[in-house]
């Protein structure tokens, strides 16, 4: 048989460690083990009916339902986009300055495929996001991983300014961000936005998580001012404030040339969004779920008692995230205790244990750029916190 050959970006990058580790953890739960799976990032709530309602009816409605957009969107949707960002952040974007995508993962890969050139370098605060490196990988960038873990998981003026070279072509942004759940203050924000002030250094601002923020405020860093305006694409999406994960709407807003670039490279791979999903997002932006004041409140509660129950357990040190639905704790304090014959020698080997032995999915750290660490969704039922806790605490007490 021949091996057919894949092209060298392919090779540089791995697949997602988070989307490996939840089918990981529902194949043991298929075998019938009652794991807790704490690595999905989604909400486990429910489409807010009104939303689903608005599919439903431009269903039976037929016609356009069931035909192609325009590949960056209907230009109803384009305006509802401009409008959010007029009215929730304080940005002035033209409907021609907005697209949609399948996702904001999408959005950003589109982004990131319109800017970086072979060689160009892509500053990237960690703990980060598993695919942010992949994708600059996936393009011939290189990411500067810059550690954020002993200033609050914040990106601080002189580390960005250290990171700086003249083939930075960009620096992402993520507030509140995944995956340390960390709310970046508007003076720290600010700060970069300083640094950056007359290069020609872009920003990407992944703000997916702006709604769910329990600590601070949220900030667009293109609100911070003109300059920051013009060099930032700000991307967000339906999926995590609206619970609407599988209906894979994203959108971009930023300069004109940008978002057009974006456009053309859409029109050839995916084209537009699903159709169906479009109409239900022009009615899930009109306003915010009237249920999400109640998802924070759980999401509050849920945090609390995670962190709060984490803390309790012997080398483990978690903080208390601003936003998001994650914990990021840190278990360096077990690395060389050994639970029975494992020797727990790196964060993938504490994941490994804690799936098999405690039945508690989690996502090391290193996937993030923090190994010692591990990734915890609190976006579960309280029960299941509860349990997870528990069974961890009960995992720590067998080490030696």
């Not at 952040?89 to 399948?102: A, D, F, K």
């Not at 720290?188 to 992944?206: C, E, M, N, P, Y």
């Not at 667009?220 to 967000?236: E, G, H, K, P, Q």
């Amino acid at each position: 048989m021949i091996e057919l050959k894949l092209a060298q970006r392919v090779g540089r990058i791995q697949p997602s460690a988070t989307l490996a580790l939840t089918a990981r953890a529902k194949a043991l739960a298929a075998e019938g083990k009652d794991v807790i799976a704490l690595t999905a990032g989604e909400p486990d709530f429910e489409t807010p009916d009104y939303i689903r309602d608005a599919a439903i009816d431009a269903l039976k409605a037929k016609g356009p339902v069931d035909r192609y957009t325009p590949a960056s969107g209907l230009p109803a949707i384009r305006k509802a986009v401009a409008h959010k960002f007029k009215r929730d952040n304080g940005l002035e974007y033209s409907p021609e300055q907005v697209m949609v995508n399948c996702g904001a993962k999408h959005s950003c890969f589109n982004l990131i495929a319109a800017l970086i050139d072979e060689g160009d370098e892509v500053i990237i605060p960690a703990p980060y996001w598993v695919s942010y490196p992949e994708m600059v990988n996936f393009f011939g960038g290189k990411p500067v991983v810059v550690d954020t873990s002993s200033t609050g998981f914040v990106l601080t003026p002189d580390a960005l300014k250290k990171a700086l070279t003249p083939k930075t072509k960009l620096v992402m942004v993520n507030s509140p961000g995944n995956p340390t759940g960390a709310v970046w203050s508007r003076e720290a924000q600010q700060a970069l936005a300083d640094v950056l002030r007359g290069t020609g250094v872009a920003v990407l601002s992944d703000e997916i998580y702006e709604k769910l923020v329990y600590d601070g405020e949220h900030v667009s860093f293109a609100s911070l001012s003109d300059d920051a305006y013009s060099r930032t694409v700000t991307i967000n999406g339906v999926a995590k404030a609206y619970a609407m994960t599988g209906w894979r709407i994203g959108y971009a807003g930023g300069p004109k040339h940008v978002i057009a670039a974006m456009g053309a490279l859409q029109s050839h791979s995916t084209s537009n969004p699903a159709t169906v999903s479009q109409l239900a997002t022009l009615k899930a932006l009109a306003e915010d779920p009237a249920e999400l004041p109640e998802w924070k409140r759980k999401f509050i509660a849920r945090r609390d008692v995670i962190a709060g129950g984490l803390n309790d357990i012997a080398g483990v040190n978690c903080s208390r995230p601003g936003g998001a639905f994650y914990v990021f704790p840190d278990f360096r304090g077990w690395i060389g205790k050994s639970h029975g014959d494992l020797l727990l020698k790196d964060d993938h080997v504490i994941c490994e244990a804690l799936l098999t032995r405690a039945h508690v999915a989690g996502v090391p750290g290193s996937e993030f750029g923090a190994p010692g660490f591990v990734r915890f969704s609190y976006a579960a039922s309280d029960e299941e916190i509860r349990k997870a806790v528990e069974r961890i605490a009960a995992f720590a007490k067998e080490l030696k």
